[in-house]
């Protein structure tokens, strides 16, 4: 089962937006409006940031936003805050597997 | 509040067995497929297993068939994965997961440490 393909760091300085991408193929991301995104810091589980491509949960901040194209989903972060810093995964309905689920490599933010 | 308690993990050798528990509340267990998806030290996250509302329809990582076994107990709010044939591979953290809708994981447990070793 292949992962999605997610850069493995990215940064940006405080206050300033930054986008994160997780590409598939036709059978995940290009095919389905199934896409979330969860936030992780160090020693921490995972948080829902973003599901079906661009909705937010309850309590997330809307500084975090979802958008998808072709087989390209994106995380965009405005207004990037200290606390912004941690990994970040995709994951995507999959229709290529026997398990629905796939999860991108993830992606280390850095707030310089 | 949605709660999520794993537990059973430790160290354990090579080709030893060990049975995790994850006990819910704050929901209507009963009423959502369960999952476990688990994350290998420094590395991302892998699904490593799924079971539908009733139990009546299980999945698996083609590295865990055969040697994992997901199950439920409705009546006690707990979902299990009974691990055997442990191989250093499957060291990581095992984390319970709700599902919300379609491939949403709303909420995670606060995993439980797997360590297999001699």
């Known amino acids: 089962q292949s992962a999605l393909t997610q850069p493995a760091s990215v940064s940006g300085s405080p206050g300033q937006s930054i986008t994160i991408s997780c590409t598939g193929t036709?059978?995940?991301?290009?095919?389905?409006?199934?896409v979330s995104w969860y936030q992780q810091h160090p020693g921490k589980a995972p948080k829902l940031m973003i599901y079906?491509?661009?909705n937010r949960p309850s309590g997330v901040s809307n500084r975090f936003s979802g958008s998808k194209s072709g087989n390209t989903a994106s995380l965009t972060i405005s207004g990037l805050q200290a606390e912004d810093e941690a990994d970040y995964y995709c994951s995507s309905y999959t229709s290529s597997s026997t398990l629905p689920v796939v999860f991108g490599g993830g992606t280390k933010l850095t707030v310089l | 509040e949605v709660q999520l308690v794993e537990s059973g993990g430790g160290l354990v050798q090579p080709g030893g067995s060990l049975r995790l528990s994850c006990s819910a509340s704050g929901f209507t267990f009963s009423s959502y497929a369960m999952h476990w998806v688990r994350q290998a030290p420094g590395k991302g996250l892998e699904y490593v297993s799924a079971i539908s509302s009733n139990g009546g329809s299980t999945y698996y990582a083609d590295s865990v068939k055969g040697r994992f076994t997901i199950s439920r107990d409705n009546s006690k709010n707990t979902l299990y994965l009974q691990m055997s044939s442990l191989r250093a591979e499957d060291t990581a953290v095992y984390y319970c997961?709700?599902?919300?809708?379609?491939?949403?994981?709303?909420?995670w447990g606060q995993g439980t440490l797997v360590t297999v070793s001699s």
């Open positions: 036709s059978s995940d991301v290009g095919g389905y409006n199934y």
């Open positions: 079906d491509v661009s």
């Open positions: 997961v709700k599902l919300a809708t379609v491939t949403t994981f709303d909420y």
